[in-house]
């Protein structure tokens, strides 16, 4: 059993992919070839955003929308720490102080309520994650925000494609962050992201920080990166945009179906979808009592699992001295009780029956009832 199957969309998708990636090898602009300008057209389109500046990576997104914003040493950024590493690390690579706010124990993600107590006057943008592929309270984030004259990052690496109060992740805030990673809901053959924005000038400074911060070839105006997408893993993300609409919905299938079916095992914390929006699932995330032994039982009933993610930032050593490591206790918490199923748009239901009837079995194999 596959935790998530890139095979079976690659069967699906083999014909229009292996021509996307023959044209590239035709016309040869392996860097900034036509493919890079068509995929940040149909992104900026689906998403609704202005601007789309496609990027090496989610990481490399995240990193060049701080420097377009010009965080500087000593600032602070708010941000939640039971995340991937990378939206802390980037952060700290520019010198600036992650200060992490606790999440909310059904969603998550970052609690609004517990923002504004963090800002102080150094603080220069807030980043909430939209965890799992749902998007965080970016309403009352953004209010939060303008109160204090704030830009808000989403770091949508996880959400490209969930829906919010009928707009799209990437497009609610001041910069929207995504990742092409290739286990991501729309990923590549490698490493790839993109940033989105309905800003003129922030556009124009992430295009030139992309390409080391120049504004024409060899004319540098500020600091920049190494930091564009590759043109074939843009013709491989151009040839998955055709079954992406359907991809997504299949998702919320998925999704809809394990929560109804995993509902009704006592044990069992399924994940919270809030009404106004919608999750991509890019992992399916359940709360256990006793993970270790339940990861053991369901393992040995051939199904894998994954834990998004075990630690929380403030307790990781590279990271502890940033912040107290008892002042999230949500994320203390959740770290300890959450694993993901195996979650894929081509999951059938023989396959997603059988994972159910494990979680079942595996509870009732000595776990205590909570
Ligand atoms: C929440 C979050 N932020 C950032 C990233 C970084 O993306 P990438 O792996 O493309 O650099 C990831 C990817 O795993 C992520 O899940």
């Not at 959740?334 to 694993?339: D, G, K, P, Q, S």
Request: proline residues 7%; aromatic residues 6%.
């Amino acid at each position: 059993m596959e935790f998530i199957d890139l095979k079976a969309q690659y069967a699906a998708l083999r014909e229009p992919i292996n021509a996307r990636i023959q044209k590239v090898l035709d016309h040869g602009q392996f860097i900034m070839g036509p493919e890079v300008r068509e995929l940040e057209e149909r992104l900026a389109a689906y998403t609704g955003s202005k601007h789309c500046i496609t990027v090496a990576s989610g990481t490399e997104a995240l990193l060049i929308a701080l420097m377009a914003l010009d965080l500087k040493p000593g600032d602070e950024v708010i941000t939640p720490p039971f995340t991937f590493v990378a939206t802390a690390e980037v952060i700290v690579l520019l010198g600036a102080k992650p200060v992490f706010v606790d999440v909310e124990p059904d969603t998550c993600n970052i609690d609004p309520a517990k923002i504004e107590a963090a800002i102080t006057p150094r603080t220069k943008a807030i980043m909430p994650v939209s965890l799992y592929g749902q998007v965080a309270d970016m309403d009352e984030i953004n209010a939060i925000a303008a109160r204090h004259g704030l830009p808000v990052i989403e770091d949508a690496a996880q959400s490209f494609g969930a829906a919010y109060k009928g707009r799209m992740s990437c497009n609610l805030s001041t910069i929207g962050c995504t990742s092409f990673f290739p286990s991501k809901p729309l990923g590549c053959y490698g490493d790839g992201g993109a940033i989105f924005t309905n800003d003129d000038a922030l556009a124009k400074a992430m295009r030139e920080i992309r390409v080391h911060g120049q504004e024409k070839r060899y004319y540098h105006t500020r600091i920049g990166v190494g930091g564009r997408m590759d043109t074939l893993q843009c013709a491989i993300v151009l040839a998955k945009l055709d079954r992406f609409e359907w991809e997504v919905s299949r998702r919320h299938v998925v999704g809809a179906r394990y929560t109804k079916l995993l509902g009704a095992i006592p044990g069992v914390q399924t994940p919270t979808v809030r009404p106004d929006r919608t999750s991509v699932y890019a992992q399916y995330t359940v709360q256990v009592p006793d993970r270790a032994e339940f990861v053991k039982a369901l393992n040995a009933r051939g199904v894998p699992t994954a834990v998004h993610y075990p630690v929380p930032l403030n307790r990781q050593p590279a990271y502890a001295h940033l912040c107290c490591p008892d002042c999230t206790p949500v994320s203390a918490q959740l770290a300890e009780r959450v694993v993901s199923l195996p979650m894929h748009p081509d999951m059938d239901e023989a396959t997603q029956d059988q994972i159910v009837a494990a979680v079942r079995e595996s509870l009732q194999a000595g776990i205590p009832a909570y």
